[in-house]
């Protein structure tokens, strides 16, 4: 049984409007304490407007929500004092250096001079950063800076850390650094609400996801309940030559149905309801040309899975809304 005490955050129809846009649309969203929750959707779904609803920076037309056990309203200050938000953007100062960001942070934070230069140390060689300490941030590469940002938000450990699409432009190595660092923050206990596009990081990191199309709450549950929810296994492909897939797509979408491309240039999948039907999709790419890697048939993917909730890819924007209602809000 889930309990108020057990919460970090609890959120009922929160409404949120730009003019005649309704970027969030009654959202309700349960989290519990010490885990990682997905908030899925493409760009324009009402991700960032919730995250800056729920983190006090915009005020909801409608519903309540509590965040670590304080309105997001009418106990604002306290709600700012248990959470950090690490937004898209980086929020550190490129003008001056690693460690000069983290040490200004800490000072600002209350730390005393010698425990913000020994936790900007130890930020530093922890996040990998050791090395470029004493270089300017504006020379730092793209994951650099999103380390260092990641960095600066937990200067003081929080109880709730919000992180809005943190690994967006970064590289696959990057990536999986960041994603560690969000396993060590919640194995010290630190709450996380993660909004993404992405849906492998949802997959790879989030214990329960909520997945938002035109701002609101279409599906929730964990990854496997919501692959479970398509019912169907998915046929997997990967190709030699990634300028073969037009053609791969058309022969699967002639013979399974919708296809869905993955970010890999050279994969794609598409749902099969049958090994034999898998088995004659294999042999039709075959019969026409199209060169195979490798295949495999299993549970579908969560792109697979938001394409069956909303009718799109993850990472289109959704229909007449579009992105820059939110893209505007977030800066």
Not at 30 to 55: F, Q
Not at 167 to 184: C, E, F, K, M
Not at 248 to 268: I, K, N, Q, S, Y
Request: glycine share 10%; charged share 20%; net charge negative.
């Amino acid at each position: 049984m889930t309990t108020a005490s057990s919460l970090a955050i609890e959120a009922t129809g929160l409404v949120k409007a730009f003019g005649e846009t309704r970027a969030v649309d009654g959202v309700d969203l349960t989290v519990r304490t010490g885990s990682v929750y997905g908030v899925l959707g493409p760009n324009g779904a009402g991700k960032t407007t919730v995250i800056r609803m729920l983190a006090t920076l915009i005020s909801p037309d409608a519903g309540t929500a509590r965040v670590l056990g304080h309105d997001i309203v009418d106990d604002a200050h306290a709600v700012r004092r248990a959470v950090t938000l690490t937004g898209q953007l980086a929020s550190v100062d490129q003008d001056l250096t690693g460690r000069e960001n983290l040490i200004l942070l800490g000072r600002l934070l209350g730390l005393g001079r010698r425990a913000a230069k020994d936790r900007a140390d130890e930020l530093l060689a922890a996040f990998g950063l050791s090395e470029a300490a004493g270089r300017l941030v504006k020379h730092y590469s793209g994951g650099m800076r999103r380390r260092l940002d990641v960095a600066a938000s937990i200067v003081v450990t929080p109880e709730l850390m919000f992180l809005d699409e943190p690994t967006t432009g970064l590289d696959p190595r990057s990536r999986n650094q960041v994603w560690s660092i969000v396993r060590a923050l919640v194995a010290e206990g630190t709450t996380i609400l993660l909004c993404t596009q992405y849906l492998e990081e949802a997959d790879q990191l989030a214990d329960g996801i909520a997945v938002i199309d035109n701002g609101r709450v279409i599906a929730e549950g964990t990854p496997a309940q919501l692959k479970a929810s398509v019912g169907s296994a998915a046929l997997h492909v990967r190709l030699l030559d990634p300028e073969q897939r037009p053609e791969a797509e058309r022969v699967l979408r002639l013979t399974l149905g919708p296809v869905t491309l993955e970010p890999d240039p050279a994969a794609l999948s598409a749902t099969c309801p049958h090994a034999d039907r898998g088995a004659e999709a294999v042999a039709q790419l075959a019969r026409s040309g199209v060169r195979i890697a490798g295949f495999s048939l299993g549970q579908p993917s969560l792109d697979e899975v938001f394409l069956a909730l909303t009718g799109h890819p993850a990472e289109a924007p959704p229909p007449e809304q579009g992105s820059s209602i939110e893209e505007k809000q977030a800066v």
